[in-house]
């Protein structure tokens, strides 16, 4: 007989629960991650703040939109990008992902458990940044007007985290043929970093450029949940990008699941 | 009914072709050639209830494979495997929680917590009532001495202090089926020997059926009644462990210590001199010869000790591998099958197994 509903995640949440132990096991990794983050914000703030210097608005944004897409950025920075699906690659790679497939865990379920884990540190910690920043460079923030802005944001940014673990999960799948995905998950890291909006808002690029980015996955990641708290967006654009959204979650869905199982075929189960 | 069986089971793996050297490297770049080895051939198996069998073979021979097919870790290249009824590459949540793997070297433990984290883990991973999990965990602490280990980190404890840990994570949902590949790895002496114990104990009050692997002889000895033996990814030999000694070594080892320096000229009668160093000397008897050849010895000799032993295993088993390599393992494997008398091939009819 099936376990009843709670006790079926209680596994996953005992894997995050041992997954946020671990997390705060390694402080010095944190830490240095975290002050990677806050250089990178501190960069970005001197390089608007000189742009807007003798200027009220520049790509259709005002000051304080440009600086609360800043900041906003490390947020959202920190509650997509943070995963641990690199660790998925060490896995395969070495065989440890052997100790997980023996038991009757799904590993995809313990990989969005440890994702999880790694979003709430990580997450805490921007916050925290953020409003630090606010509070000590008294930077211009904007407010949304109308209260379902902020459903609406919260919405954009959930479906954002999904899309973001289903390719970073597809990519890292790669290592069931090769040992050498590491490569490949780099490059699409830092491919998406630019793509997605994480080093300027997309509308600084040449048309053609901007359009294609948004209607592949990579602006639904920072760029489309950050204009819509931002409310640049009409109710055609905002529909638009929410369709973007659901296409590519369906399509990376759909792909993670051929390959895993394709994937488990290929597997070596490497060492031991 | 069986609790494993597999039907002229196979495994290929695609090995990447590299000649040695940066050169070669950048061949194996440009050209990325590689070649199918096979791992496991043809191998035919059951394993009943309740049953602990010891995998023997060198290192190479297609133990771990095996046990990866058994686990539905990998599947196989051709050929039937079921454990528990089930096939264990299609990995059904009923397989997996009746069954449990030890892998020497892949710890299921979390590296940087304290073991007791992944016991409780376990507990959620299994569904194991609070009261039962905290009954089964103290008692397994307790039998394999974690007292003082489980609540420190996995990456400070050693590898044996891991392996016990391990040993205890993976069968806090009392398994039916229990794979073990190198449980003893990395043990001191006294540790194996409880750990032999402790597994001795909990198959039979569990009735566990277990597979090991080891190339701890002991193990073997204390342990497992029926081995396999494979080589080359053939099996070359599936009955009793007695039967295996009684065919392999002919001879007994007599050890011998005497009150004055022994001569050479006075054993040779009874048998092939292994070792002699004044008054100690060990000698290599014809089994049916035995009974004779001590008392003669006695009579004839001053002795003040003696001693009848087995052959160690290991050198039984080496001399399976060597005829194995000196003929061909197919050749071998058939040629130790005729080597079986009639109760050997009941026995095997009993297991229902198939060599060709």
């Known amino acids: 007989m099936n376990a009843p509903f709670p006790d079926a995640f209680s596994k996953y949440r005992t894997v995050f629960a041992m997954s946020v132990q671990r997390e705060l096991t390694y402080r010095a990794s944190f830490l240095m991650d975290r002050a990677r983050s806050v250089t990178i914000l501190i960069a970005f703030y001197a390089f608007w703040s000189a742009i807007f210097q003798d200027r009220a608005d520049f790509a259709g944004y005002t000051r304080a939109q440009m600086f609360t897409y800043v900041l906003g950025m490390n947020v959202l920075n920190a509650l997509v990008f943070s995963d641990k699906t690199w660790e998925m690659i060490y896995e395969i790679n070495t065989g440890k992902i052997s100790s997980y497939l023996i038991r009757p865990i799904s590993y995809i379920g313990a990989c969005v458990s440890r994702d999880a884990a790694d979003k709430l540190t990580q997450m805490l910690s921007a916050v925290i940044e953020v409003a630090l920043a606010w509070w000590l460079l008294r930077v211009p923030l904007y407010a949304p007007r109308d209260p379902w802005t902020y459903a609406a944001f919260a919405a954009a940014a959930l479906l954002a985290v999904v899309l973001y673990f289903l390719m970073s999960y597809a990519v890292s799948s790669l290592a069931f043929w090769t040992a050498e995905s590491g490569g490949p998950r780099f490059c699409f890291e830092l491919f998406l970093a630019f793509a997605s909006g994480g080093f300027f808002p997309l509308d600084v690029l040449p048309g053609l450029i901007r359009r294609t980015f948004e209607s592949l996955p990579f602006a639904s990641l920072l760029f489309f949940p950050l204009n819509v708290f931002l409310e640049r967006l009409g109710p055609g654009d905002l529909a638009r990008g929410f369709a973007v959204q659901v296409f590519w979650i369906v399509c990376s869905g759909f792909l993670v699941r051929a390959l895993w199982r394709r994937g488990l075929r290929a597997y070596g189960s490497e060492g031991g | ?356």
């Open chain 2, 1 to 356: 009914m069986n609790a494993i069986q597999t039907r002229g089971l196979c495994k290929d793996y695609q090995v990447p072709v590299k000649r040695p050297g940066l050169m070669g490297a950048f061949r194996h770049f440009l050209d990325g050639r590689t070649r199918t080895v096979r791992a496991v051939r043809d191998v035919s198996f059951d394993i009943g209830k309740g049953e602990l069998v010891g995998f023997l073979g060198p290192n190479g021979a297609g133990k771990t494979t095996t046990l990866k097919m058994l686990s539905g870790l990998l599947y196989p290249t051709s050929g039937e495997v079921t454990v528990l009824g089930r096939v264990p590459s299609k990995r059904e949540n009923d397989f997996l929680r009746r069954f449990s793997m030890v892998m020497g070297q892949r710890t299921q433990l979390w590296w940087d917590l304290p073991a007791r984290e992944t016991f409780t883990l376990n507990q959620k991973i299994y569904s194991i009532p609070e009261r039962e999990f905290a009954r089964r965990r103290d008692e397994v602490i307790a039998l394999l001495e974690l007292e003082e280990l489980v609540d420190r980190p996995v990456k400070k404890l050693s590898l044996g202090e891991r392996m016990k840990a391990e040993l205890a994570c993976a069968i806090l949902h009392e398994p039916e089926v229990l794979l073990l590949d190198e449980p003893t790895l990395g043990l001191d002496i006294v540790m194996q020997e409880k750990l032999r114990r402790f597994i001795l104990d909990y198959q039979r009050r569990t009735q566990c059926t277990i597979l090991l692997t080891s190339h701890n002889m002991d193990d073997v000895e204390e342990l497992c009644q029926r081995v396999m033996v494979i080589n080359d990814g053939q099996l070359l030999y599936d009955g009793s462990l007695e039967k295996i000694v009684r065919s392999y070594a002919p001879d007994k080892l007599v050890v011998l210590g005497a009150a004055r320096k022994l001569e050479a000229g006075q054993l040779s009668p009874y048998g092939e001199i292994v070792s002699l160093d004044g008054t100690s000397a060990k000698l290599l008897v014809p089994r049916q010869k035995v009974s004779q050849a001590v008392g003669e010895i006695l009579s004839r000799l001053p002795i003040v000790d003696l001693a009848v032993e087995e052959m160690p295993v290991d050198h039984i088993i080496r001399k399976v591998f060597l005829k194995a390599a000196s003929s061909g393992s197919g050749a071998a494997g058939r040629g130790l099958l005729e080597e079986e008398d009639g109760e050997e091939r009941k026995e095997k009819d009993l297991h229902e197994r198939s060599v060709p």
